[in-house]
């Protein structure tokens, strides 16, 4: 029982890891995203400037 204990700590410990790196890159990309998606970003003062003209 007590190397069953064992193996399955040593499985839910691998998981973790795995889960944290996942978080990690998950993070990473979030922000390259967000970096992204500013390129398309409109300031108040450009978007009621546009909008005035159509």
């Known amino acids: 029982a007590i190397s069953e204990m064992d193996r399955v700590t040593q499985q839910n410990a691998s998981l973790v890891e795995e889960a944290s790196a996942a978080a990690a890159s998950l993070e990473e ?13 409109l300031h108040d003062t450009g978007a009621t400037m546009r909008s005035s003209f159509l």
């Open 29 to 41: 990309q979030a922000a390259r995203l967000t970096q992204a998606v500013d390129a398309f970003r």
